[in-house]
């Protein structure tokens, strides 16, 4: 007998308002979708153990609920589990970008008729091996977009807190765009760009001075920004989007262009395509952070690595 679709909720996710929510996201999913079995996640890594293991026992469809960061999670534990188990998404979280990249609705009763209704797609997957931040060599697979430069320090604000001119709890309805636009400004003002050497394939190795560097599975990343609006999901190709010297005061009145994809045309943005990417710090001593799928795992030096076609998804 097969067992039951598990959903693995993130009850921490979207400021914590999937904890408040999640009865109601529940009774869509059971009056739309049908009858399942649930976990909850404690502690960052719960999503990948408890997916290894629900995936291992037989479960054919596993559903993260939650944001960016915890569908990667339950893929990474899919994928390490070497099963044919499907991964399916309830979105509830501040970002949503491979929500946004697969097509899927935001509102609970819709997404819950796509996940019973839906086909399977086969996805490309990346696998980026790195410093973790005790040094140590790690690696783990990402669904959307892995990047260097300002956006650790983006997701690093808007994980921190709110706003300071926001209640305590502002966060909590804060959308996503408006929450990582209101980091991004902080941190376009605070932080210096980043000098990187950056190998594509088999090209040689060049030394860039970026404002940020995206290797894109996915279109979107950073709460709705189209960083990458050519990249396809299976392609066997990541979308290197580079934003090179800008100064502060560009970046700023040129961002409503990452938001609707038209940034490519500009001078210092540059796009590439590679099913390899090796990065490190140009200048030897420098750390140099790395986000992925808007987790902040460690630094460079990394190595980016496209595995087509690896992951199973409902849409």
């Not at 996640?41 to 153990?49: N, Q, S």
Request: net charge positive; with cysteine.
């Amino acid at each position: 007998m097969s067992l039951l679709p598990l959903v693995i909720v993130n009850p921490a996710s979207a400021g914590a308002a999937t904890r408040d929510v999640w009865p109601a996201l529940a009774s869509d999913l059971r009056t739309h979708f049908g009858p399942f079995n649930c976990a909850f996640t404690e502690r960052a890594g719960d999503g990948r153990l408890l997916a290894a293991q629900a995936a291992k026992e037989g479960r054919r469809l596993i559903i993260a609920c939650g944001g960016d960061g915890t569908a990667s999670e339950v893929a990474n534990g899919i994928l390490e589990s070497g099963t044919e188990c499907e991964l399916g998404l309830l979105p509830s979280g501040t970002g949503g970008d491979l929500r946004r990249t697969l097509g899927l609705p935001q509102r609970a009763a819709a997404a819950a008729r796509a996940l019973r209704n839906g086909r399977t797609r086969l996805m490309d997957v990346g696998r980026v091996s790195y410093l973790n931040h005790k040094g140590e060599n790690e690696s783990r697979y990402f669904l959307g977009v892995a990047s260097f430069g300002m956006s650790p320090s983006v997701i690093e604000r808007v994980k921190e807190s709110s706003p300071s001119w926001l209640p305590q709890k502002g966060a909590r309805w804060l959308s996503g765009r408006v929450s990582f636009a209101v980091a991004k400004l902080q941190t376009t003002l605070a932080s210096p760009h980043t000098t990187v050497a950056v190998q594509l394939d088999d090209h040689p190795e060049r030394r860039l001075t970026v404002a940020n560097l995206c290797v894109a599975n996915a279109r979107y990343f950073g709460g709705g920004m189209k960083v990458a609006p050519r990249a396809l999901l299976d392609d066997g190709r990541f979308d290197i989007i580079t934003i090179g010297d800008l100064g502060a005061l560009k970046i700023l009145a040129n961002a409503h262009q990452l938001y609707m994809g038209t940034h490519l045309s500009m001078e210092q943005v540059h796009h590439a395509l590679a099913a390899r990417v090796e990065a490190r710090p140009a200048r030897e001593g420098t750390e140099v952070a790395i986000e992925v799928d808007g987790e902040l795992p460690g630094r460079l030096p990394a190595t980016f690595e496209i595995l087509p076609r690896a992951l199973r998804v409902r849409v």
